[in-house]
């Protein structure tokens, strides 16, 4: 029975066919990026004698329901691009980044290294993993978080701010789970067994929930597609919320406008504030819920009262053990295509 609940560590196939393997390794660290609902929607093209990544949404993966205005997909695809940006430079590769306006991207790369490989960058962004657990109520001094982005505003655990925040996630939620076209959406990406999470290498799985052993046992005995769209399963969803919005110490909201390339700003902000608290041992936690849902979005807005519309909230917190990431990752050859 415990052997059955080992946590799963996937390893993706990272061989290209006439890539060398530190580019191979530096495209599997840009993989790790987090993404919606673990549905890595990133198209590439690698020109790999000029040095150049080409990088695109891709249309096959939407998430319609949650996103059917592809706005987290660009947070997403910001996400991968400064995730792959910063695997390059821990390699001591420069690399560049042009973000074109229709929401496509060109990241350019030295094809050698000109710096030493910072390991500890390497590992922070290995590192790196969502926690869907609860987090200690310990405030967050937010003057910790260094370098944080004019676009990034934290409000800490009992703040106004944060009480918005958390009633807006809750009342989100709440609607969600009454959407049959969102909980059928959430159940496509969920999985239900090892076996199935490594024949796709996406979704979300046992660990991701942050079931130990026994728990994840029993989840994947319980739970299939069919009733991951039931009335129980989003209840559970909503105690869920409930504690993990009342147990942690500060709320990042980013801001940003609404344009692709604007929504690419902000996944890339979103990468430099979470590796900022990897290397903290603070956890993490995107909860997106608030800006999925219409009302709740304009409610946010007006109570928050920023410049810009608030495009990400990260639930952030102190926990005893950090914890890893558990690379469910798709195989490179799978989205990446070489070219000469
Ligand atoms: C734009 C965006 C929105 C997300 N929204 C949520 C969310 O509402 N709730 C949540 O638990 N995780 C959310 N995530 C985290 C993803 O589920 C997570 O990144 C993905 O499953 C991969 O897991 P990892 O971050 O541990 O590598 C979001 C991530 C991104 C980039």
């Not at 150049?52 to 949404?57: E, F, P, T």
């Not at 009302?295 to 053990?321: C, F, H, N, W």
Request: glycine residues 8%; aromatic residues 6%.
């Amino acid at each position: 029975m415990l052997m059955l609940g080992s946590p799963l560590r996937l390893n993706p196939r990272t061989n290209l066919d006439g890539v060398d393997q530190e580019t191979s390794e530096i495209l599997y660290l840009g993989s790790l990026a987090p993404n919606s609902h673990n549905s890595q929607p990133w198209k590439v093209t690698l020109h790999e004698r000029s040095g150049i990544v080409d990088i695109q949404l891709d249309d096959a993966r939407p998430l319609l329901a949650s996103d059917p205005d592809r706005r987290e997909s660009y947070i997403t695809l910001g996400c991968y691009i400064q995730t792959l940006q910063e695997a390059f430079e821990a390699y001591g590769r420069n690399a560049d980044v042009e973000v074109h306006a229709d929401g496509s991207a060109t990241l350019t790369f030295e094809k050698w290294r000109t710096g030493g490989i910072d390991t500890a960058k390497v590992s922070i962004l290995k590192k790196r993993h969502t926690d869907k657990r609860i987090f200690s109520k310990e405030p967050i001094h937010c003057e910790c978080l260094q370098g944080l982005g004019e676009s990034t505003i934290c409000y800490p655990e009992s703040t106004e701010g944060y009480r918005a925040i958390a009633d807006a996630t809750l009342s989100a939620v709440a609607m969600q789970a009454d959407d049959l076209a969102f909980r059928e959406e959430l159940a496509q990406w969920m999985r239900y067994s090892d076996d199935e999470v490594r024949e796709t290498g996406d979704g979300i799985t046992a660990e991701m929930l942050g079931l130990g052993r026994i728990m994840k046992v029993l989840y994947y005995l319980t739970t299939n597609r069919e009733s991951a769209e039931g009335d129980a399963f989003a209840r559970q969803g909503i105690e869920t919320a409930e504690n993990q919005v009342r147990n942690c110490g500060a709320f990042l909201a980013i801001t940003g406008g609404d344009s692709p390339e604007e929504l690419i700003d902000v996944g890339r902000e979103t990468i430099r504030v979470w590796l900022a608290c990897t290397r903290l041992n603070i956890s993490v936690q995107p909860m997106s819920a608030a800006l999925e849902v219409n009302e709740t979005r304009a409610q946010l807005e007006s109570e928050l009262g920023r410049d810009l519309p608030v495009q990400m909230i990260l639930r952030i917190g102190y926990v005893k053990d950090y914890g890893e990431n558990m690379g469910v990752r798709r195989d490179l050859d799978e989205y990446i295509e070489i070219v000469g």
